[in-house]
């Protein structure tokens, strides 16, 4: 199974067809009915489906290119990891983040290695850290911003220095908008938007207590930034983070917080092992801006 291969199978899902799939990869149609043909003999399995159209993914088609994308994102990164001249430091920093004041720290550090190093440059992937956390086991990512931080038996960790703070988004003027603080009572006979990771830890849960199975849990997100849409829309409260959106007096939604205090502990981790060049300049760049704040 060659790499060029695989990008010919990535071309046709991104294409939709195996015409424009040619097109883009400057072949002819022929040609390229050839290489996948030839690819799904190596896999002993169909890939695709026959149309009057063309050819498209069937099912073991998609599942393989899943394994397509991730070899194909190694492949680049082992490239430009070892490109680099001795002693140059140039090349992509790649980096995985959930959503969090946190990231101020990491934008810090992006800044000040741009700056010493003009011929870096940064990947970043935004999602939650249990969907990113695969791409960082296979190597897709030098570090992850990793909200709710655990400890990793095969990562270093570092704990980034502001508790992120639970609390709801809801509309200005609504009953929850009127009070200092809220309590798991408060929440209930509201519609509610809770993130998926912290449903999954158990995490707010836990702080509800005994009226955690009277909450009205509607729609669970992964990033809230949609999640935020919908609770200005008037769908519900949003559970979340503070200091993720701007709650300015001439905003539709404010934030209160949740009482008791309910906190979250981020960080980045990495891979025990050899860094990139450019990875170790970037984490140069973050322990240094750590250490001034």
């Given at each position: 199974m060659e790499?060029?291969?695989?990008?010919?199978?990535?071309?046709?899902?991104?294409?939709?067809?195996?015409?424009?799939?040619a097109a883009s990869l400057h072949m002819t149609q022929p040609?390229?009915?050839?290489?996948?043909?030839a690819l799904e003999d190596e896999m002993g399995c169909s890939l695709f489906t026959r149309t009057y159209k063309g050819m498209e993914l069937n099912d073991n088609g998609a599942r393989l290119l899943r394994y397509a994308e991730t070899i194909i994102e190694l492949t680049?990164?082992?490239?430009?990891?070892?490109?680099?001249?001795?002693?140059?430091?140039?090349g992509s920093v790649y980096i995985g983040a959930g959503e969090s004041v946190n990231m101020r720290y990491?934008?810090?550090?992006?800044?000040?290695?741009?700056?010493?190093?003009?011929?870096?440059?940064?990947?970043?992937?935004?999602?939650?850290?249990?969907?990113?956390m695969d791409?960082?086991?296979?190597?897709?990512?030098?570090?992850?911003?990793?909200c709710e931080l655990k400890e990793h038996v095969d990562m270093n960790v570092l704990a980034l220095p502001v508790l992120d703070r639970w609390g709801v988004m809801t509309l200005r003027g609504s009953r929850l908008s009127t009070l200092e603080s809220v309590r798991p009572t408060d929440l209930v006979g509201e519609t509610l938007l809770m993130a998926r990771q912290a449903m999954k830890t158990g995490m707010l849960n836990k702080w509800a207590g005994k009226v955690?199975?009277?909450?009205?849990?509607?729609?669970?997100?992964?990033?809230?930034?949609?999640a935020m849409l919908l609770a200005r829309a008037g769908?519900?409260?949003l559970l979340t983070y503070e200091g993720l959106f701007e709650t300015g007096s001439d905003t539709e939604l404010t934030f209160v917080p949740l009482e008791p205090e309910l906190t979250s502990r981020?960080?980045?981790?990495?891979?025990?092992?050899?860094?990139?060049?450019?990875?170790?300049?970037?984490?140069?760049?973050?322990?240094?801006?750590?250490?001034?704040a």
């Open positions: 790499i060029r291969t695989l990008r010919y199978l990535m071309a046709v899902a991104q294409e939709g067809s195996i015409s424009n799939a040609t390229l009915s050839r290489q996948l043909s680049e990164k082992a490239e430009n990891d070892l490109s680099s001249n001795e002693g140059s430091v140039k990491v934008s810090e550090a992006i800044q000040l290695t741009l700056k010493r190093f003009p011929e870096v440059d940064f990947q970043l992937f935004s999602g939650t850290s249990v969907d990113l791409g960082m086991a296979r190597g897709t990512y030098d570090f992850l911003l990793e955690a199975n009277d909450l009205d849990i509607r729609i669970m997100y992964s990033l809230p930034l949609n769908a519900g409260t981020q960080g980045i981790i990495w891979r025990k092992g050899l860094l990139s060049k450019q990875a170790t300049a970037f984490l140069d760049a973050l322990q240094e801006c750590l250490m001034k």
